[in-house]
């Protein structure tokens, strides 16, 4: 196995990505780099020490302060949100820096790749034809270890009240926007409990049905998912969407938006339900109907746990990479 070295930026759901290819793969190993650094990329190289690489390995962002013409260049698109769509998801500073250097950099590291990967199907459709890439863009879906995401081992606990679970940064691009309107809605004894994401970000206003989380440490998130009945994700753009993948190996239920990659995820009527974007009756109605109803919960939580041992499996995820790194070597 070739040695791989991959920067990523902490504070993103792609480095948990990363972490489990560093820890399934011998010679893989991240060289995380805090955020900040997007004001100052030109000093990314330095901090990174990728001169003993075989393969770098990280995503399209700060790629190409990474190249090295000895050394062939992966990208991973775990998303994007520089095209029109995401302007009124995303504030001033971030429409500018996506449309000028953000923009410019992702351009120079495609031209630069040896290999163009992502983690489904829209994200690489979508790549292609924003970037005009002639190359095959493989996608290769991302994994979670579904022996440690696991439902409970007993029925779920019989509370008076349905818990709902919306996990991830609170970003217009989540749809974090829509909660207050989406939990007003919502039945009596039916509450939705958020955590701050990777960002530790501030909670939103207090709400009898909003219940804050705090910053949970992810080797607590399977745990949490046991403890919920449901799964929201009212979002924007999803790459991916990690976590919905753990919430259905945990035996979730999913309410969604229906939109970018969540569809390649959740089955529509059988592993939860697919509402059009920012429509909160739509959202408050399915997350009742499914409040109302224990056998329709379990028998969707069923067929998502079946999906993620099927398809988002980290052993599967894993052999695809190393597919790939050998044959960019060969």
């Known amino acids: 196995m070739p040695r791989v070295v991959s920067p990523v930026a902490e504070g993103s759901g792609s480095i948990l990505v990363h972490r489990q290819l560093e820890n399934h793969i011998p010679d893989y190993r991240i060289k995380s780099y805090s955020p900040l650094f997007e004001f100052i990329p030109f000093a990314l190289p330095v901090i990174s020490s990728i001169h003993s690489a075989e393969i770098i390995h990280t995503p399209p962002d700060h790629a190409v302060f990474f190249f090295k013409k000895a050394i062939p260049l992966i990208i991973t698109f775990h998303n994007y949100v ?23 950099w992702t351009r120079m590291a495609v031209k630069r790749a040896h290999g163009l990967t992502a983690v489904s199907r829209f994200t690489a459709s979508l790549v292609q034809r ?168 379990k028998e969707m939580g069923a067929y998502n746990r079946a999906k993620a041992e099927r398809m988002f499996t980290v052993e599967r995820m894993v052999r695809e990479y190393k597919e790939l790194f050998d044959e960019v070597l060969g």
């Not at 520089?82 to 410019?104: A, G, I, K, N, V």
């Open 130 to 297: 924003e970037m005009a890439v002639s190359q095959p863009i493989r996608v290769i879906y991302n994994g979670i270890d579904t022996g440690n995401f696991v439902p409970p081992s007993q029925n779920r606990r019989q509370t008076s009240n349905i818990r709902v679970f919306f996990s991830g940064n609170l970003t217009r691009r989540k749809g974090a926007q829509w909660l207050p309107a989406i939990a007003e809605r919502l039945n009596k004894g039916v509450e939705i409990h958020y955590t701050l994401g990777l960002r530790k970000q501030r909670p939103l206003n207090p709400s009898g049905k909003l219940r804050s989380l705090g910053c949970v440490q992810y080797g607590s998130m399977p745990g949490l998912y046991r403890s919920m009945d449901m799964l929201l994700m009212p979002t924007v753009r999803e790459g991916f969407g990690l976590s919905v993948v753990e919430a259905m190996s945990c035996g979730l239920p999913v309410v969604a938006s229906d939109c970018s990659a969540i569809p390649e995820l959740v089955d529509h009527g059988k592993g939860g339900f697919l509402c059009s974007v920012g429509d909160v009756d739509a959202f408050a109605d399915k997350i009742n109907q499914l409040a109302d109803s224990p056998r329709l919960r």
């Open 82 to 104: 520089l095209d029109r769509f995401m302007r009124p998801y995303s504030s001033r500073l971030q429409r500018l820096h996506y449309r000028t250097d953000l923009l410019f």
